[in-house]
């Protein structure tokens, strides 16, 4: 069966500095990968994701991930972080082609600090 | 990002009642999908509809839930009898065909009391 490690409960980061929120994904097949980020009160909102082609892949407000797949690895980034970049951050997994619904992980929380 | 909407916002209910949470649908959204997240922990797979049958579901899914899109009207999602710990965070997902990322709504809150 598939799943999602985060390992970090919480990443805190100071505003300015670059930020790595890390994934990990167990999975039997080749897999789709994807970030997904929760603000407070708020649904969830993609950022990117990784089906196949080139490993560093380029998303929303900034943020990219890389896949390392000897790794097993989605790390998402961002090179200068914004005090508006706190919330929750989901990794996801789908394993292609079977299984439409994503397995998640349980979530960063990213706290930037001014 | 396509809209996605959800309502209500926020459901309180009685234990053993039944509670019906929508989905305004997209046009050119053919999979839709439901995802639970209790407080604090991980959001988590219910079911996945597809052509007006259940595609997936996952072992959350039980006798107590279920889905229909009755005449391309809202999605919705029925459980029966609530119990306590069906309090959480309910998301709608939609997803065109042909493309794999998921559009989530903003949640209804679910409070069983």
């Known amino acids: 069966a598939q799943s999602v490690a985060q390992p970090e409960d919480q990443v805190n980061v100071a505003e300015g500095n670059p930020l790595t929120v890390k994934c990990t994904y167990s999975?039997?097949?080749?897999?789709?990968l994807f970030w997904y980020v929760q603000y407070p009160n708020r649904g969830l909102q993609f950022l990117l994701k990784?089906?196949?082609?080139?490993?560093l892949v380029k998303g929303s407000y900034g943020f990219e991930a890389e896949f390392n797949k000897s790794q097993t690895s989605f790390h998402l980034k961002k090179p200068s972080a914004l005090v508006s970049d706190s919330a929750l951050y989901f990794c996801?997994?789908?394993?292609?082609?079977?299984?439409?619904?994503?397995?998640f992980g349980p979530g960063t929380r990213l706290s930037v600090l001014p | 990002e396509p809209e996605v909407t959800q309502t209500p916002s926020h459901q309180v209910t009685q234990m053993g009642q039944e509670v019906i949470l929508r989905c305004v649908p997209i046009?050119?959204?053919?999979?839709f999908y439901w995802y639970r997240q209790i407080l604090g922990q991980k959001v988590e797979f219910l079911v996945s509809?597809?052509?007006?049958?259940?595609?997936?579901k996952s072992e959350i899914f039980d006798d107590q839930f279920s889905v229909e899109r009755p005449d391309g009207s809202n999605f919705t999602l029925k459980i029966r009898s609530t119990k306590l710990e069906d309090s959480a965070m309910y998301f709608c997902?939609?997803?065109?065909?042909?493309?794999?990322?998921?559009?989530f709504g903003p949640g209804t809150r679910l409070t069983v009391l």
């Open positions: 997902a939609r997803r065109r065909q042909g493309t794999d990322t998921q559009y």
């Open positions: 990784y089906i196949t082609g080139d490993n």
């Open positions: 996801a997994v789908r394993v292609a082609p079977y299984g439409q619904n994503f397995v």
């Open positions: 999975v039997s097949g080749n897999p789709y």
């Open positions: 046009s050119n959204h053919l999979y």
């Open positions: 509809f597809y052509n007006n049958e259940i595609s997936e």
